[in-house]
């Protein structure tokens, strides 16, 4: 690459690389209320006292620890992929402060400097509603425009949600991720810390995306992050979640339980770029429901981490609904990006649609791995998959697993294709024939190629995202 | 004494006692080391099923294999109509360069030598593909129903085709368990050397009331040779058949395993095609109708172990009432196959209320020179073309009939032995006569 381009890289946030070089991280953040490592009914009491939690959050905790406890490592993927957690090991709670922090000023500096430097100001300075930013594993600034208030738009962090609005978070809390659903939904919810709450009452439009940042900054923290958005009646949002992570030596681990609520009529997209250091293991739970004629929309690009496993749903339990999922996932070196999608359609005249995108490159492992179900009495269901698969060299890997399950035939129709191979020499030397270098030419084919993903991000997310796989691409030439 | 065992006791034992009445033989003297281990892992592993995708869908309710008397099914094997082989003499109506033969009942000095060339090549080839393959959650691993069969098929049916011999009058071998309530085990190993070509069509009958039949077929194809099956079953709804096929596809070599599959209680294929010279080409095809409450699975796994190498997979399945059907197939291509193409496909004509269709078509990929696509529809009948046939004075059902029978000869027609034996073709016709009441018309087939 040359060095013009290598400065104008320079000034967006290529967070994953060079951490050291770059940001200097990590800061001396003074952790207060550090708990002890592992997890332990003890542990559970002091995070929920800490966090002065009604009586009822404290019952879920500690019920989710004991199905934890009795829950074995999921089946269906080989296991080496958890050998690597040492549950003992980690701490479940770190707070980096004791205050919230609703007013950029009164921020501490050291955290600042960390969001500054991640450009966290500028895009609040440009677009942001409000910033929900999640420094360890609680939430030390947030802050939402009048206007969203004005409407009635709740959009907290998930403690504070609890201490505000606790009915409302009751009456949803594990309704689509039970807690027994998989072993780090149990632990998710045995020990979660931060995430948003979000609410947005009938007939209200959010015209811009609301967003939250948030990251790990300690050595072995697992971020449980816990965050639930209702759109009521004809409600529209789109919520935007974008994490970063240093790197440091020991493996880091984040799994999040995320419940969307799409009730008749809304509109709800959550778009998210993962793009965790690479010795993050990712393992969220992401599922939605979507009622009569509303339509989730789950925009997920997965870029960093040393394993993700993500696979959003979409409960289509009403007739009307609509489902789609888009998503790229890049696999580096040492990488395994194993996502998908799930659609299940439960009721008559439901849509859904499904495109993922995935490349790997020096070495990495990315597979699609998903499931279309069709109930019995969802009859005129239509649903589309597509996968494609780009591998940049020839000991990078692809897998495709998809599953489709359909018991119902009135007008039923499932398509589902994948493809997988190689930039062609071709394409690169029609590029080459007009004059574009070899790298360039095939930036272009690679950016044309998750076009589908880019073109439905906000302009500045799509400039990041093409930057940040210019520069994963690096050296992809000779 | 293992022999005389069987004959004696194998109507009173049940396969659990027969296996540890195996285990106790002396190794070195009546039993293989290789057929030792199959007897540890006959009785040590569980019933397949998860984390394997397709097996933890297999109905396996009311199996009870291990209490049931083990009777080997009865093995026939035709030319025209005409029983040959039997006796395992070449002198029986078969062709010059065709051995058919018991083994090891029936093996002389010629035919020993021929098998132990097959097992060696054989198994030389199961290692290194073996070597080339990385583990993945839904490899074809070890199986109770496989090591089963290996443990106690009694005689195994060998079948070879010499270099350069040409059989393009299909061998037609019956797998026919007779027994009712029996498990019976059989093992078919096919050769098919340098340059030649052998034709066979293997028939599954169980239509004896609950009975359990678990074929093996293990097969390679020489340099430069040539083979093609067609499978057809014909099982009872209350019988089972739990099927493996494993061919080693070597340099220059074609494959083309075709089968038609009628469901049952439970019937499943495990299929692995193994590609493991340059230029070598398989193509499956699978016709598939289940009715009533029947179930029928294929699990195919296609590797393709070497440069240049071709493969192509069809299954065309039509479900009705409340039937059950699952599709399990996986492209694989291990580092350094560059050049290779794999397709796979998979349609499903849903026509019962009750129809359940799973279908899991998967793509491992570790080379980049490659093309390789799957895709997987799930449709009922359009009702624009019933409506447009109804128009046309037919009533719905034949309507509906003669759109299936256009989903059918689309794969029928791909499907070389149909296209080339008239024989073969008649067989198909009545077969699905029979199982479906669908009447085609075998000369439109070609």
Partial sequence: ????????????????????????????????????????????????KIKNEPEWMLEFRLNSLDIFNSMPDPTWMDG?????????????????????????DDVPEDIKDTFERLGVPEAERKFLAGVSAQFESEVVYHHIQEELEKKG???????????????????????????????????????????????????????IPLQAYFRINAESIGQFERTIIIADKGASVHYIEGCTAPTYSKTAFHTGVIELFAEEDAYLRYTTIQNWSTNVLNLVTQRAIAKKNATVEWMDGNLGAKTTMKYPAVYLAEPGARGRVVSIGYANKGQR??????????????????T?????????????????????????????????????????????????????????????????GKVSDETIYYLKSRGIKEEDALLMVVNGFIQEFTKELPMEYAVELNRLIALEMEGSIG | MIQSLQQKKLSELNAVELLRELKKADPSHYVSQERMGHVERALELPLPGAPDEAWRRVPMEGLNFESRPIVPPLLETRLNGKLVGAGGTNGSGLPAGLTVARVPGELDGQTYDAFKAFRERYSLLFEQRRRKNKGRANDVRENKFLSFAEALAGDSLFVRSESGTRHETPLHVSVHNTTPGSVGPAVVCIHVCENSRLSLVIDYQGTESDTVTIPVIKAVVGKGGELRILRAEKIADDSHLFSHEFVMVEEDAKLNSDGVFFGSKATMLEGLYSL???????????????????????????????????????????????AHSLFAGTIKIPAGSRHSEGYEENRNLLLGDDAHADSIPQLEIIENEVKCSHGATMTSTVPEEVYYLQSRGLPEAVAERILVGAFYREILEQMELVKEDEATRNFVATALREETGLELDPSAMV
């Avoid at chain 1, 591998?391 to 399950?405: A, H, K, R, V």
Wanted: charge should be negative; include cysteine.
């Fill in chain 1, 80 to 104: 080496s992929v958890f050998d690597d957690i040492n549950y003992e090991d980690l701490y479940y709670y770190a707070s980096a402060g004791d205050k919230k922090y609703n007013d950029w």
């Fill in chain 1, 337 to 354: 990006q194993d996502a998908g999608a799930k659609m299940i359609h439960a009721a008559p005249h439901t849509t859904s649609s499904i």
């Fill in chain 1, 153 to 207: 738009v709740i959009f907290l962090d998930f403690d504070t949600g609890i201490q505000k609005h606790g009915d409302l978070i009751r009456k949803y809390i594990a309704k689509l991720v039970p807690q027994g659903d998989n072993k780090f939904a149990a632990l998710n919810s045995a020990c979660w810390s931060g995430g948003s709450f979000v609410y947005i009452p009938p007939g209200v439009k959010v015209e």
């Fill in chain 1, 1 to 48: 690459m040359s060095s013009e381009k290598t400065e104008v890289d320079f000034d967006v946030a290529d967070i994953n690389k060079d951490y050291e070089r770059l940001y200097g991280f990590h800061t001396n953040t003074d952790y207060l209320k550090d708990s002890k490592k592992g997890v332990s009914p003890d542990i559970i009491r002091e995070i929920s």
């Fill in chain 2, 276 to 322: 493991m010279g340059r230029n070598a080409r398989a193509d499956v095809r699978g016709l598939v109708s289940v009715r009533g409450t029947q179930f029928s699975g294929q699990k195919l796994t296609m590797e393709h172990n070497a440069e240049h190498t071709y493969s192509d997979t069809t299954v065309k399945t039509v479900l009705y009432d409340a």
């Fill in chain 1, 356 to 420: 993922a995108k995935s490349i790997s490159h020096n070495g990495g492992r990315s597979s699609y791995r998903g499931l279309i179900k069709v109930n019995k009495g969802a009859s005129h269901v239509k649903t589309d998959v597509d996968c494609d698969a780009l591998l940049l060299d020839d000991f990078s890997e692809s897998d495709t697993y998809p599953t489709i399950d359909v018991r119902e035939r009135k007008d039923v129709s499932v398509m589902h294709e994948a493809t997988v």
